[in-house]
């Protein structure tokens, strides 16, 4: 019977056109409730702290990166140092004759403010040796910056511009709370010789705590870095590593690439460590580190299994020095030190980072175990430089040769004194000197015996270490005293 009978294609039909009806009622809904301000703006929720979702001109929403960078950009700076390269040896003829200026070199990074009244920080290697600094501005500022100070051992410096008016900057925040997968920003300047200059990327922590570290010359003694996919390139040096606050979690530094150019493998050093410093470096320059005196090494699984350790954890003592404030707290050799001041310690290497940045003349709480038992010490943590120079006889090992600004030294012994046909006096003896290096240029020749280093006694190999390790950032010259075999004295001045 026809009137019992239907079609498939008309009641599809007929259900379509029923959710039409209902889908067009909705969408009026929204479009009535939208007009009248019903509906809350889109917010995303990223670290405790909420940025709005932007729309833009193409009716795209972008990501919250963008509040990031729009509140940090105009602290982010380029820097440009002007190194002076001598050109050729000083006792090329036109030098001695004609005086032919040094030839100045380009050095460029990043850098950031990170404090109102004009304080950038950035790295030691882009402005190291610098004759004169620029650093520009997003905003199209230029100033001519001061070196205040810098370390090598973790490739920082801080550098001051004057300037009418607060800066922006950028705050620090807190690098020990960072965790592996937490976003990363960088900034910075990469290849600013072809305009890449203020480059945003994006990335995540992908690691903490590496070290060991070898990046050529100049590798920084303390490294505790964080790695990060966020791309780094030449010229991002110096520049913020930042989390979703926008606070400074860590200051570019480098990169580990065979070509030269980022491959997802960057390095930052933490911003508690630069934290820790800058006081120091724009107090007085330099950096004064903490010192507990011991040798130390990384666990071996052999050593965990003595004591009595269900893993591999703390640092081993080889060593401890006499009179130290190990010594005096009861440090000895052959104990794991497992804690220091709370904080669990994993590697010879971040216990060095821990040691060299404590407070000094306070005593620091420390955690052991010796012969299966746990043990607490109190040491109180002295300042490096002047413990080593009060017993640098302590730190010189047999037949230890150094190498100092193309020098190889070696101290000046009885035994020496009689190959050379010398008498003998305590001092430095300098065996071997590289054509083209520092103190090549200066004039020095091999088989002198330096007495006196920047107007400082030097008695042995262990005292010339000590006043070197001292004056490394400075750019001046260094003066030498030293003594011929023939027995005469003369002046040089070495620049780095």
């Given at each position: 019977?026809?009137y019992?009978?239907?079609?498939?294609?008309?009641?599809?039909?007929?259900?379509?056109?029923?959710?039409?009806?209902?889908?067009?009622?909705?969408?009026?809904?929204?479009?009535?409730a939208?007009?009248?301000?019903?509906?809350?703006?889109?917010v995303?929720?990223v670290?405790?702290?909420?940025?709005?979702?932007v729309?833009?001109?193409a009716?795209?929403?972008?990501?919250?990166?963008?509040?990031?960078?729009?509140?940090?950009?105009?602290a982010?700076?380029?820097?440009?140092?002007?190194?002076?390269v001598?050109?050729?040896?000083?006792?090329?003829?036109?030098?001695?004759?004609?005086?032919?200026?040094?030839?100045?070199?380009?050095?460029?990074?990043?850098?950031?403010?990170?404090?109102?009244?004009?304080y950038?920080?950035?790295?030691?290697?882009?402005v190291?040796?610098?004759k004169?600094i620029?650093?520009r501005?997003?905003?199209?500022?230029?100033?001519?910056?001061?070196?205040?100070?810098?370390?090598?051992?973790?490739?920082?410096?801080?550098?001051?511009?004057?300037?009418?008016?607060?800066?922006?900057?950028?705050p620090?925040g807190?690098?020990?709370?960072?965790?592996?997968?937490?976003?990363?920003?960088a900034?910075?300047?990469?290849?600013?010789?072809?305009?890449?200059?203020r480059?945003?990327?994006?990335?995540?922590?992908?690691a903490?705590?590496?070290?060991?570290?070898?990046?050529?010359?100049?590798?920084?003694?303390?490294?505790?870095?964080?790695?990060?996919?966020?791309?780094?390139?030449?010229?991002?040096?110096?520049?913020?590593l930042?989390?979703?606050?926008?606070?400074?979690?860590?200051?570019?530094?480098?990169?580990?690439?065979p070509?030269?150019?980022?491959?997802?493998?960057?390095f930052?050093?933490?911003?508690?460590?630069?934290?820790?410093?800058?006081?120091?470096?724009?107090?007085?320059g330099?950096?004064?580190?903490?010192?507990?005196?011991v040798?130390?090494?990384d666990?071996?699984?052999?050593?965990?299994?003595?004591?009595?350790l269900d893993?591999?954890?703390?640092?081993?003592?080889?060593?401890?020095?006499?009179?130290?404030?190990?010594?005096?707290?009861?440090?000895?050799?052959g104990?794991?030190?497992?804690?220091?001041?709370?904080?669990?310690?994993?590697?010879?290497d971040r216990?060095?980072?821990?040691?060299?940045?404590?407070?000094?003349?306070?005593?620091?709480?420390i955690?052991?175990?010796?012969?299966g038992?746990?043990?607490?010490?109190?040491?109180?943590?002295?300042d490096r430089?002047?413990?080593?120079?009060?017993?640098s006889?302590?730190?010189?090992?047999?037949?230890q040769?150094?190498?100092?600004?193309?020098?190889?030294?070696?101290?000046?012994?009885?035994?020496?004194?009689?190959?050379?046909?010398?008498?003998?006096f305590?001092?430095?003896?300098?065996?071997?000197?590289?054509?083209g290096?520092?103190?090549?240029?200066?004039g020095v020749?091999?088989?002198?015996?330096?007495?006196?280093?920047?107007?400082?006694?030097?008695?042995?190999?262990?005292?010339?270490q000590i006043?070197?390790?001292?004056?490394?950032?400075?750019?001046?010259?260094?003066?030498?005293?030293?003594?011929?075999?023939?027995?005469?004295?003369?002046?040089?001045?070495?620049?780095?």
């Amino acid at each position: 019977m026809r009137y019992g009978s239907f079609s498939l294609l008309g009641a599809g039909f007929r259900f379509l056109s029923l959710g039409l009806i209902i889908a067009v009622c909705i969408v009026a809904g929204i479009l009535i409730a939208s007009n009248l301000d019903f509906t809350k703006k889109s917010v995303a929720t990223v670290a405790d702290q909420k940025y709005p979702v932007v729309e833009n001109e193409a009716g795209e929403y972008s990501s919250p990166f963008v509040a990031v960078v729009d509140r940090v950009q105009d602290a982010v700076v380029n820097i440009v140092a002007e190194v002076a390269v001598d050109q050729g040896y000083r006792d090329d003829i036109f030098w001695r004759f004609f005086q032919v200026p040094r030839e100045p070199s380009i050095s460029s990074g990043s850098g950031f403010f990170f404090r109102s009244d004009g304080y950038i920080l950035t790295n030691y290697h882009v402005v190291k040796n610098a004759k004169k600094i620029v650093v520009r501005t997003s905003s199209g500022y230029r100033y001519d910056a001061k070196y205040v100070g810098g370390d090598p051992q973790t490739d920082l410096a801080v550098l001051k511009v004057d300037s009418e008016g607060k800066q922006a900057f950028i705050p620090f925040g807190n690098s020990t709370k960072i965790s592996v997968g937490d976003w990363a920003i960088a900034i910075g300047n990469p290849f600013p010789q072809q305009g890449l200059d203020r480059t945003v990327t994006v990335g995540v922590i992908s690691a903490k705590g590496r070290s060991n570290l070898r990046f050529g010359e100049g590798t920084p003694r303390y490294q505790d870095y964080i790695q990060t996919d966020a791309s780094i390139n030449p010229g991002n040096s110096g520049g913020p590593l930042l989390n979703l606050k926008g606070e400074a979690i860590g200051v570019n530094a480098a990169i580990s690439s065979p070509t030269g150019a980022s491959v997802g493998i960057g390095f930052a050093i933490p911003i508690n460590l630069a934290r820790s410093i800058v006081p120091d470096l724009i107090a007085t320059g330099k950096v004064s580190r903490g010192w507990l005196g011991v040798y130390l090494a990384d666990v071996t699984e052999a050593q965990a299994r003595e004591q009595g350790l269900d893993a591999v954890q703390g640092v081993y003592i080889e060593n401890v020095f006499e009179d130290s404030p190990a010594a005096e707290a009861g440090i000895k050799a052959g104990d794991i030190l497992l804690s220091f001041n709370g904080e669990k310690i994993n590697d010879a290497d971040r216990f060095s980072v821990l040691i060299s940045t404590a407070p000094k003349d306070r005593e620091s709480e420390i955690e052991a175990i010796r012969n299966g038992k746990r043990l607490n010490f109190r040491a109180r943590i002295v300042d490096r430089e002047t413990y080593q120079l009060a017993h640098s006889s302590q730190f010189e090992q047999p037949n230890q040769r150094v190498t100092w600004l193309g020098m190889e030294l070696i101290s000046f012994s009885e035994s020496i004194a009689r190959q050379i046909n010398s008498e003998y006096f305590p001092g430095v003896f300098i065996n071997r000197v590289s054509r083209g290096s520092q103190a090549y240029r200066a004039g020095v020749m091999p088989g002198s015996v330096i007495t006196q280093v920047d107007n400082r006694e030097v008695k042995n190999l262990a005292d010339l270490q000590i006043i070197a390790n001292s004056l490394n950032g400075q750019s001046k010259a260094i003066p030498l005293l030293l003594v011929d075999p023939g027995g005469s004295i003369e002046y040089k001045a070495i620049r780095p």
